[in-house]
């Protein structure tokens, strides 16, 4: 290195590595070797001396924390200390944007609409903006305290299609996470509408649920919620103690979501409804009712369901980091692998919900192969 360049030290180089809980990792590979280090601190030097916009070495620090964390993948964030509060205290307010979405490479992107929300907000459009604000700028924590507000609020969005690149503005209304309901069916059936995990269980459905001693329907599309801490406690709800969806870490170290409830649905015959907007915490809940007994029906799911941790960290903020993959009836990882329904049910646009259930509930089930539980790992078609 020339004489005339301020050299970063090394040991910072090492705490930048350490906070984004990185450095401890390549230590267990064997230790980051010493070409990785002079480039880093290379890099680190030249952007505070040449960069033409200067900047200290905090908002660097800051800059490649949030830099590491986002490498690790489109919903991992580093929070700083000052947004830690003010995103915990938008997490609270009672009303949301109508829709799921996760955050890629560049802007957000639509997962699954809530029911009744504008027909402009279809799964896969790309979500520009929130207001005024970019999602391109925002972390995947940002987004998540961007959508959240008083309800009734009105908030204007520009959707854009990915294939035309058109874009259009709609207005829409934060609204509450739309409440599980329970449909009554012929034959003594019922069904079990659960759009959102986040949502408590009224207590008349959760009466009907104890109730009803008939095939039950849990219709899980458009359910694309991605805390965990909703997972289990639905996990719970439904199948009971140490019913939990299993996740996978890396190295294949597997592990199961703590669920404690009473298990309403335990015992009873369940046919699970999902489709490509049954994604993250929906996937993790539908492959632990088909873990215990269930029948899954309907078309592929999203395919990719992580398990999300935040940790805390040193400087008072905090990592938001995908730690496990959930995993689907057949034991893969849910990384871009969307879970293949047992039976394959088609279903006509603006088919009314009882008729699809009623369907569902007629259809014939596969048998499950030997050794294979519940699920067939080929799709039969009902329709």
């Known amino acids: 290195m020339n004489g005339e360049r301020p050299i970063l030290r090394r040991g910072t180089a090492l705490l930048l590595l350490t906070a984004a809980g990185l450095y401890a990792a390549a230590q267990a590979e064997g230790g980051l070797d010493r070409e990785s280090r002079e480039l880093f601190d290379t890099v680190f030097s030249m952007v505070l001396r040449d960069y033409v916009d ?25 929070i700083p200390p000052e947004e830690v509060e003010a995103i915990a205290r938008k997490a609270l307010l009672p009303a949301t944007l109508p829709l799921y979405a996760t955050k890629g490479e560049d802007f957000a992107r639509i997962l699954a609409p809530f029911p009744g929300a504008p027909e402009a907000l279809r799964p896969g ?6 207001g005024k604000m970019s999602t391109y700028d925002l972390t995947y924590p940002q987004i998540l ?30 609204v509450p996470f739309p409440a599980p309901s329970v449909l009554p069916l012929p034959g003594g059936a019922s069904a079990l509408v659960l759009p959102a ?5 009224p207590e008349k459905a959760a009466s009907a649920l104890r109730a009803g001693h008939g095939p039950w329907v849990v219709d899980l599309r458009r359910c694309a919620s991605s805390e965990a801490g909703d997972i289990s406690r639905w996990a719970g709800l439904l199948l009971g103690p140490g019913k939990g969806p299993r996740f996978q870490r ?12 009473p298990g309403l649905l335990s015992g009873k015959a369940v046919r699970v409804l999902v489709d490509g907007t049954t994604a993250r915490g929906g996937e993790a809940l539908a492959s632990a009712l088909a873990g215990a007994g ?22 008072g903020g905090r990592l938001r980091l995908a730690t496990a993959f959930y995993l689907a009836p057949d034991g893969k990882p849910l990384k871009e692998h969307p879970i ?37 790992p080929k799709p039969q078609e009902a329709r």
Not at 125 to 130: N, T, W
Not at 250 to 261: L, N, Q, V
Not at 348 to 376: M, N, R, V
């Open 54 to 78: 200067p900047k200290s070495p905090r908002e660097v620090i800051r800059g490649a924390l949030q830099g590491a964390a986002q490498a690790a993948g489109p919903e991992s964030a580093y």
């Open 125 to 130: 459009a790309i979500l520009r903006f929130v």
């Open 145 to 174: 305290a961007a959508f959240r507000g008083a309800e009734g609020e009105k908030v204007s969005l520009t959707v854009m299609d990915p294939e035309s690149w058109q874009a259009t503005e709609v207005e829409v209304r934060r």
């Open 197 to 201: 995990l986040e949502a408590t269980l």
């Open 250 to 261: 890396t190295g294949g170290k597997e592990g199961r979501e703590r669920a404690e409830g």
């Open 294 to 315: 269930a029948l899954l029906a309907g078309q592929p799911t999203y395919g990719t369901a992580v398990r999300v941790e935040e940790i805390p960290l040193s400087d």
């Open 340 to 376: 293949e329904p047992a039976l394959s049910l088609a279903i006509p646009p603006g088919e009314a919900p009882e008729k699809t259930y009623a369907a569902l509930l007629k259809a014939s089930a596969p048998p499950p192969p030997p050794g294979h539980g519940p699920q067939d």
